[in-house]
């Protein structure tokens, strides 16, 4: 006991020692150092200027937006464009924002839910089985993420409309799988490789089966990184624009694509489409900052652990 | 246990997969069969009668002016737009792997972009670079720069939807290679600086090998993924002023719903297909590694 905490004061030590000597940095480290900073910070400025201009035009009355000189700060504000992206089927300019955004709901929910069901059993069969197509397996399912859309859209709007799919939310989420399937099943796959083999070989040894074995025992393990990849599923599936774009159209379009329909012949009304941007990204841009950690092994499928 | 049992478990993969290979066939395999099928056909968005015609539709497109037009197109959006963002993403995980303060919040801020929907961005950048309301030509003007219409001329219309590009995804190619960079074990950095190696002979010699698969992983996803891109193109310009954005892929759309033409689509979007799967066959053997 005595001498753990011996240990660790002493490593402590060492610790300030290397501070101290990190301390001692020549002029021009002290330079690149400051540059580092001044290059990083300006890049921020440019990764959240769209945000931040977009979230002034929200709270903009309409004098301060048709302007020739746009104010970044110190402007009047008004909740006018919230209250019109809020006005559901009353809304001024026609568009119901509300039940755009209950769309983009309906489709994603059930989308990332079937990607789910469907993928988990795929990506734990990838993990455990050793089988000759293993490789092939794996390389057809991130095709199906590189397959280029339109390859597979225009024959699917084509079939859509022949079985009754096009405009139904069930159809969206059909289609949604060619991004969220290969996300659960390359991403998933990762996460089952990651539990060693030894707990379930004992549990089995125990006398488990292989069902309960699964549930019990390799689930539970695997949920934060499920829930990563949920997560992941889901900002792709409500980010995404194409398929809604061509596989839906006029009040069953969802909310990625209604935002454009503040161009109106008119003009385009940029302080409601704006308060409309905002609704649409926050929860996103909430989501991935929660699951940040994961981000790197999510958006290379696994690939990069990160 | 009987027979039935025992073959049932030898399936239990097979049987896993079943529900998604089912769905898959459904949503992939039998659409791209039938982009196959209708490339040979002369067949009608809006007809349900078409005749067999073996290649025609693609000796129709390479001798056309519009397909070359947009190779050409696709070509230097994509040279441009992964090019910069190979570069500065290399550049930005450089300088996030050094000792540094706030380096996540750095990762979140610089994070953002990737996360918006690029749709949804491409209409915020309209708004900025908007020549009559927008920011950036408020304050490039009060600098002295009397700038373009960005989006609409001609002459700024592809750099800016490039630019569009570039906003959106830099992030990616900076975050994996900055996740790449510090796996690279500090033992070899160490034994580089014991055999006196300079800094550009660390980068060179240490950093620059171990880094190759994740560079080439991330050049991957963004070579394909960038010649896939719909979504900016569309809201954005809409292709032009003219034809000056029009890439393969808007071009394909443009010919299977605006003209159509089905079955020219479809040798457009089989064209495609083959163009990202050779990518995707040369880099993917390179990157293998990483994923087994």
Known sequence: MDTAIEGVVLSDAERAGLEIHKEVVSPADRVGKALTYVVLIAYSLFSILPIYWTATLAFKAESEIYTKTPKLWGFATTMDNWREVFAGPASIVGVDF??????????????????????????????????????????????????????????????????????????????????????????????????????????????ARGPWVFWRIILPLVVPGMMATAFLCTIFSWNNYLFSYLLTSGENQTAVVRITLYRTFTGIMWGPMSAAILLTIVPVLLLAIAIQKYIVRGLTLGAVKG | MTTFMK???????????????????????????????????DQLLNQSKSN???????????????????????????????????????????????????????????????????????????????PSLGWVNYALLQIGIHAPAWLSDSGTALYSVVGIDVYHFTPFVALILLAGLQSIPRLQYEVAEVDGANAWQV???????????????????????????????????????????TTLSFQASVTGYRNMLLGQAGAYSIFMFFVVLFISKKLFNRVTRSWI
């Not at chain 2, 390479?62 to 550049?91: C, D, N, P, Q």
């Not at chain 2, 190759?212 to 193109?233: A, W």
Request: glycine residues 6%; proline residues 6%; aromatic residues 14%.
């Open chain 1, 98 to 207: 509300v039940h755009a955004i209950r769309n983009s709901f309906f489709v994603t929910v059930p989308s990332v839910l079937l990607a789910l069901a469907l993928g988990m059993p795929v990506a734990y069969v990838l993990a455990r089985y050793n089988f000759k197509a293993k490789g092939d397996v794996h390389f057809f399912y991130l095709s199906l993420y590189f397959m280029p859309p339109l390859l597979i859209l225009i024959p699917l709007f084509v079939l859509y409309n022949k079985i009754h799919l096009y405009n139904t939310y069930l159809g969206m989420a059909l289609v949604m799988q060619l991004i969220t399937l290969p996300l659960v099943v390359l991403i998933m796959r990762g996460f089952f490789e990651d539990i060693p083999v030894e707990i379930e070989q004992s549990a089995r040894v125990d006398g």
């Open chain 2, 7 to 41: 073959r049932l478990q030898a399936n239990v993969p097979t049987l896993l997969a079943l529900p998604s290979i089912i769905l898959v066939m459904m949503i992939a395999i039998y659409p791209i069969l039938y982009a196959f099928y209708t490339s040979m056909t």
């Open chain 2, 52 to 130: 067999f015609i073996w290649f025609g539709n693609y000796v129709n497109i390479f001798t056309s002016r519009v397909f070359w037009h947009a190779v050409g197109v696709s070509v230097k959006y994509v040279a441009l737009a992964v090019g910069i963002e190979m570069l500065l993403g290399f550049g930005l995980a450089l300088l996030m792997n050094g000792a540094l303060r706030g380096r996540s919040l750095f990762r979140i801020l610089i994070l953002l972009p990737l996360m918006l929907p690029p749709a949804t961005g491409a209409m915020m950048w309209a708004s900025l670079l908007d």
């Open chain 2, 203 to 245: 980068f060179r010699l240490v950093t620059l090998p171990q880094l190759m698969p994740t560079i080439f992983l991330v050049l991957l996803f963004r070579l394909v993924l960038c010649i896939n891109g719909y979504d900016v193109i569309n809201v954005a310009t809409k292709g032009g002023p003219g034809d000056v954005t």
